[in-house]
């Protein structure tokens, strides 16, 4: 490598390193999403003048930090007798990049000890701190290894509140589990078909997994967009246990849907591809646009509500409904690993009671002798099985409408003893993992 294109190379590696510290910043201090931040990025920050691969470099950098932010937390205090300065600035988040960069990503030592001390070329007013960033770093790379063993990965990557009702409710060794899942270091994606009796074509043509459920699954891929099939809207994305609650309606082709809090639209496309009418409410305007821009691509129609829930009247009732309830997404962690370090326990309060209250409006919407499912992304009981005793008795002419194995057997593994379903994110661990959901099958039983 010439001179010149080593400096160029150590100049990109400084700017994605940039970038990566200002996504961890704004995910960990302003409660960002992380494809929010790397969005904003690209468009104004330091990510804007890099290529795509030193953009995918910098967000790596961040998913490693997050997925792994207990442990980096935990060695960064080990080898830190003093603990983290007051006033330091930038120093903390500049060490758990070098130590994900380390034991995370296999960066050779000298470039990570390099790159994190010129990070105080920028933050001049930090550059006291130099040699204590180049004495942490060289004793993680030498001692950092041996250290890690000693961690449990799980109870220290999960707040203490979601580790002990993870344990609770699945156990300490499926928690574990899930959590090995929530730090692969390459998430699969999974596609839907626009057709899906085009599944053998199109697995030949991109090399794909056929998935239990019916969609194909690319252990790794490039950006999306580039991904043959993207442009004439062959397919779109939408995680494998995503698309479960829209099988479990049943046959509607050619029946009126009405699609809940509908963003960001993967449901909305798989019931319109059967066959379905569908209406789709959401509250925001915004998520809204990204379910036409999607459906266009696809060749696909929806009649599209931005409205709130509480506030949109109908002039008839539903057969068939679909309410995917906002929730914690803790079942969506494995590809948003922000959400371990955002949610906390009164946001599972707040969910729950926010999802009761739409269970039982939209009972009111549905037509005698209708089906209607609902749904969360949520790993936590609160958020799905506990809701629904109480619904009943709130409902009486509801009741369960209950999954069976002879139904859809290639989902016997999903579906519970009450007929519910629940996935989890250490099934399929063989080929990746999956989205946890929970979803329901309700019919109303009165008479028309």
Same mark, same amino acid.
């Given at each position: 490598m010439t001179e010149n294109k080593a400096q160029s190379s150590k100049k990109s590696g400084m700017a994605a390193r940039e970038g990566a510290l200002r996504l961890i910043h704004t995910v960990l201090s302003e409660k960002a999403l992380l494809d929010d931040a790397y969005a904003h990025e690209i468009k104004d920050g330091p990510l804007r003048k890099l290529n795509g691969n030193d953009r995918a470099f910098a967000k790596r950098i961040a998913i490693t930090v997050l997925q792994h932010l207990g442990e980096i937390d935990q060695l960064l205090a080990r080898f830190m007798e003093r603990g983290m300065p007051k006033k330091s600035g930038p120093l903390r988040n500049i060490l758990r990049i070098g130590t994900a960069e380390l034991l995370f990503?296999?960066?050779?030592? *000298?470039? =990570? =000890?390099?790159?994190?001390?010129? *990070?105080?070329?920028?933050?001049?007013?930090?550059?006291? @701190?130099?040699?204590?960033?180049?004495?942490?770093?060289?004793?993680?790379?030498?001692?950092?290894?041996? %250290?890690l063993l000693t961690i449990d990965?799980?109870?220290?990557?999960?707040?203490?509140?979601?580790? *002990?009702?993870?344990?609770?409710?699945?156990?300490? %060794?499926?928690?574990?589990?899930?959590? *090995?899942?929530?730090?692969?270091?390459?998430?699969?994606?999974?596609?839907s078909l626009k057709d899906p009796h085009d599944i053998d074509q199109w697995a030949e043509k991109l090399g794909a997994e056929k998935t239990p459920a019916g969609s194909l699954r690319l252990a790794?891929?490039?950006? =999306?967009?580039?991904?043959?099939? @993207?442009? %004439?809207?062959?397919?779109? =994305?939408?995680?494998?246990?995503?698309?479960?609650p829209v099988r479990m309606l049943g046959d509607v082709k050619d029946q009126r849907v009405l699609d809940l809090c509908a963003a960001p639209g993967g449901k909305t496309m798989q019931l319109v591809a059967q066959g379905a009418r569908v209406t789709a409410l959401d509250i925001s305007k915004k998520r809204l646009q990204r379910i036409e821009e999607n459906l266009s691509r696809v060749g696909l129609q929806a009649e599209l509500i931005a409205k709130d829930l @509480?506030?949109?009247? @109908?002039?008839?009732?539903?057969?068939?409904?679909?309410?995917?309830?906002?929730?914690?997404?803790?079942?969506?962690?494995?590809?948003h690993p922000e959400l371990i370090h955002q949610r906390t326990e009164d946001d599972i309060a707040h969910f729950s009671r926010l999802q009761a209250k739409m269970l039982n409006h939209v009972a009111t919407l549905l037509a005698p002798g209708g089906k209607m499912v609902f749904c969360t992304c949520s790993l936590q009981p609160q958020e799905g099985p506990e809701l629904i005793g109480d619904f009943l008795m709130q409902n009486p002419d509801f009741a369960i409408d209950p999954l069976s194995a002879e139904e859809m057997p290639e989902l016997a593994l999903f579906i519970q003893e009450d007929g519910?379903?629940?996935?989890?994110?250490?099934?399929w661990s063989d080929i990746g993992g999956m989205d946890g959901f929970f979803a329901i099958r309700l019919s109303n039983e009165a008479n028309p």
């Open positions: 990503l296999n960066t050779p030592p *000298h470039a =990570v =000890v390099d790159c994190a001390v010129s *990070h105080f070329r920028t933050w001049r007013k930090y550059a006291g @701190f130099k040699g204590l960033t180049n004495a942490v770093l060289r004793r993680i790379a030498s001692e950092g290894e041996k %250290e990965p799980a109870k220290a990557n999960l707040p203490d509140w979601m580790y *002990h009702a993870l344990c609770s409710t699945y156990g300490a %060794e499926t928690t574990a589990a899930m959590m *090995h899942q929530f730090m692969r270091p390459q998430i699969p994606l999974d596609l790794t891929h490039d950006r =999306v967009d580039l991904i043959e099939g @993207f442009q %004439e809207g062959a397919w779109w =994305v939408q995680d494998a246990a995503a698309t479960l @509480f506030k949109q009247t @109908f002039d008839e009732k539903w057969p068939f409904i679909l309410l995917d309830a906002p929730c914690s997404a803790t079942g969506t962690i494995r590809r519910s379903l629940r996935t989890r994110p250490d099934q």
